[in-house]
Every structure is written in C-alpha cells, then in structure tokens.
C-alpha cells in the first residue's frame, strides 16, 4: 500500500520549456546552449550548481566566461527561469487533494538556487503559496550535493524520511531517474513532460 509519494519538480509538477531555456541562455550570450544544456540532468558548470559544488556567485564568473562578458545574477536567473513553462492548476490542486487523502508527500528535484529563488517564495504558484506549502518534505539536489539518478540520493530520502520504499510512489518524467528508484524497490509512474498525470497517478495508487 502506498502511503508516500516522492515527485519530481520540472517536467511534472512544472511544465519544463528546454527550447525557451536554450534561447534565452543563447540570447544573453552562451554560445552551443543547445549542446550544453540538458532537461534532465545538466553537466559542467550547470551540473556543479546543480551538485551543490559551487555558488551561484561561482557560476554567474564562470558563465560570464563562456559569454565573454560579465553577467548578472538577473542575468543568470533570466537563463535558469527558461526552463518554466508553466506549473498547471490541475498539478497543484491534485497535490493538495493527495495531501488531504493522507499521503505524505515530498518533493526530489535536480535544482539550484536561481530556481529557487522562485519555488521557495510566495511566488511560486501566483497566488501566495511556495512549494513549502504543498509538500511535507523536500528535498533539493544543490542542498544535499546529491544528483538524480544517482541512488544515494534515493537511498538518503528513504533513510531520512524512515519511510518503506515498497510503500513509496516516485513521480518523474526521466527514464534514467526512474529506472534507479525501481532497483531500490520503489514503485514508479513516468508520465511524459507537461502531460495531464493527475488522474492517471490514481491507478497507480490502487
């Protein structure tokens, strides 16, 4: 029986927009944005933000590099907040309703601190509320130094959280993320990004 359910942010909660981050990285100076970013787990500067290895302040220097001139941290923040095309209505509201059926739920999300600076603020839904006030837990790649699909990352939730992982749902839209919390025992649901999932996430807690 299910009584916890871990999700993913962008591509679930958050509609993920890599043509929009890819332009707007582009535009304020990066050049092969489109080979350098990835929507599911990024690498080298954008990676090491992402792992918690450096700062934001580490990366606007490194940036401003490959731009070959200096960038803001609004700069920065610009290019990051690309990726969000959206968060649906339907996602928030059905979060909530699983919240008041019982489930403890918790939030697992490769991230760093320019996004953020927006999920964490009453900015996040347009109406008041950051994430805080739709999940129990959460639990943040840049803050752990912990990146999916790596299973410490999974394992460290499970630990934490003294939860069951046959007991646990896992929510992503990454093949590779999903894959790894299978192997750990945990039950999975791979809805694509920016699909309707919110009915189909009651089948799997059946």
């Not at 090491?48 to 450096?54: A, P, R, T």
Request: net charge negative.
């Amino acid at each position: 029986m299910i009584k916890n359910i871990i999700f993913d942010l962008g591509g679930v909660i958050m509609t993920i927009d890599q043509k929009e981050a890819v332009r707007r990285f582009t535009d304020i100076g990066l050049a092969d944005a489109e080979k350098i970013l990835d929507p599911y787990t990024q690498s080298g500067i954008f990676g090491d933000l992402e792992n918690g290895l450096i700062t934001t302040e580490d990366f606007r220097r490194e940036l401003s590099c490959l731009a070959h001139k200096e960038l803001t941290h609004d700069e920065c923040k610009y290019g990051w907040r690309g990726y969000c095309k959206e968060v649906p209505r339907r996602n928030l509201q059905v979060l909530r309703a699983l919240r008041d059926e019982g489930y403890r739920l918790i939030l697992m999300s490769n991230t760093n601190p320019y996004m953020m600076e927006w999920g964490l603020s009453d900015d996040f839904d347009g109406e008041g509320h950051s994430l805080y006030d739709y999940f129990d837990a959460l639990y943040l790649s840049y803050k752990l130094k912990l990146m999916k699909p790596d299973q410490r990352f999974f394992s460290h939730i499970i630990s934490n959280e003294n939860i069951s992982p046959e007991e646990t749902l896992f929510v992503d839209d990454g093949p590779r993320n999903v894959l790894a919390a299978a192997q750990l025992g945990i039950a999975t649901f791979c809805p694509d990004n920016g699909s309707d999932w919110t009915s189909d996430i009651y089948k799997c807690l059946k």
